[in-house]
Structure formats: C-alpha cells, structure tokens
C-alpha cells in the first residue's frame, strides 16, 4: 500500500466522539488522502475473541493474530462503504477523507 506517513500523534489525527453509526466512532482531525497512514491498532496481544479485539489473517505468513484496542482507533465503526482498512494492524484511509468525518472500516474486510 501507499502512503504517506503524517508525523505527529495518533490523538493529533483523531478523536472519539458520538457516531450516528452505533454509539462512539473514531473521527478525523486532519484531512487525510487516500493512501494516507492514519495510526497503529495498539494493545495486548489476545487469543480470544471480546470487546476491541482486531483479528488480522496474515495470507502470506498463514498467521492469524488479534490485539485487545487500547487506542483512539478501538472506536472504529463498521460501513458497507468504508475510507479506511488495515494493512496488518496499520490503518490507512482507502479514500479521501474529510476533517470531521467518521473514519470507518469494513468489519469484514479486515485481513
């Protein structure tokens, strides 16, 4: 994937706020263009499934691991018409996505 990596920290880039989706959603800050690195998902590694948990299917490695979200990006929210996955636990946007907006993922799409 392309991108280009935007400096500063992740709560520089987003925030948490009230979703019309479901309850609390992750939200832009800044302005990001396709290919853009949003953040890292971060947290604990697990091996059961719970609240947070991302799991990531490595086809190349056959590896699948999760981690418990323990950063802004825990409030992704799922879409059917997303701006943003992940490329393991990084998250880049898929499309231009404006200060203020939802920053969504397909639930799963995630790989």
């Known amino acids: 994937m392309t991108s280009t ?3 500063g920290r992740l709560v520089d880039r987003v925030s948490k706020a009230r ?5 609390f959603g992750c939200f832009a800050r800044v302005g990001f263009d396709a290919g853009d690195f949003i953040g ?3 947290g604990s590694e697990v091996e059961e499934d719970g609240t947070y948990v ?3 299917y490595d086809a190349a490695g056959g590896v699948l691991s999760a981690r418990r979200g ?4 825990r409030w992704l929210n799922h879409s059917d018409d997303p701006n943003a996955e992940f490329d393991r636990f990084d998250l880049y946007a898929s499309r231009a996505i404006a200060p203020g907006e939802e920053i969504t993922i397909d639930y799963a799409g995630v790989s």
């Open 5 to 7: 990596r935007l400096s």
């Open 19 to 23: 979703s019309a989706i479901h309850g």
């Open 70 to 73: 323990s950063n802004l990006l």
């Open 54 to 56: 991302l799991w990531i």
């Open 40 to 42: 890292t998902y971060e």
